[in-house]
């Protein structure tokens, strides 16, 4: 069984830039959730869908930060424009439906803006 | 007060000893408790959840769960080299919150 996959695995972009991660969750998992990590900290929850619905959007900054999980499957994850505290390694994982249970974690995204 | 805390270590301990990794949390409400494992520029794994106040044990993994003093712990019995990494603690109440992680060192 696949697990989950991100794209890229790296990025650096310079502060203002554009940037999306996307990301496919395990086969049949619909939940799934966008975390951000940085060095030396436990993963942050930017956003939760159930579907393709967001259940929980409260940590996410919507300034500059977008997500959409149109047909509740796969998910892209945008910031727009990009600063320097942003570098950090987003996580994408996904679970079965209303379960925080067995969260599985994709490879993430280490993103660097410069 | 950070939500969910834990010793950021380093913790060191000899190989074939037990390890003992600590966790505190602030929401009375919370009702889930993880444990990941998280290799340097890995992903966080899950090891163990547990629920209900009391041992839960996993192999050579035990959790222990006390919800009165807000405290959850994990112990690792015969520490092998290769569970050095470190160690998360998540704490689910409306959302899921982790802690900083405590660096565990095994040490041949």
């Known amino acids: 069984e696949a697990g989950v996959v991100q794209s890229p695995r790296y990025k650096i972009i310079e502060k203002k830039q554009p940037v999306a991660f996307w990301c496919n969750p395990i086969?049949?998992?619909?939940?799934l959730y966008w975390y951000l990590q940085n060095l030396g900290q436990g993963p942050e929850l930017l956003i939760r869908y159930e579907n393709e619905e967001a259940v929980d959007d409260s940590q996410l900054p919507k300034d500059r930060f977008s997500a959409e999980r149109l047909k509740g499957v796969d998910s892209t994850l945008k910031i727009q424009p990009a600063e320097l505290g942003d570098s950090a390694v987003y996580l994408c994982?996904?679970?079965?439906?209303?379960?925080?249970?067995?969260?599985?974690f994709g490879p993430g995204t280490r993103l660097t803006v410069l | 007060q950070k939500e969910v805390e834990q010793n950021s270590g380093p913790l060191s301990v000899p190989e074939g000893a037990i390890a003992s990794l600590n966790c505190t949390y602030s929401d009375r409400g919370s009702q889930s408790f993880f444990w990941y494992r998280q290799y340097s520029g890995k992903s966080p794994e899950l090891i163990m959840f547990i629920y209900s106040n009391g041992d839960k044990e996993d192999g050579r993994f035990t959790a222990q769960l006390n919800k009165a003093s807000q405290y959850v712990s994990l112990l690792i019995r015969d520490s092998q080299p290769s569970d050095s990494a470190t160690y998360l603690c998540a704490v689910r109440g409306n959302d899921m919150r982790f802690g900083a992680g405590t660096r565990l060192t095994v040490k041949p």
């Open positions: 086969s049949g998992h619909n939940t």
């Open positions: 994982a996904s679970s079965l439906q209303g379960s925080y249970n067995e969260q599985f």
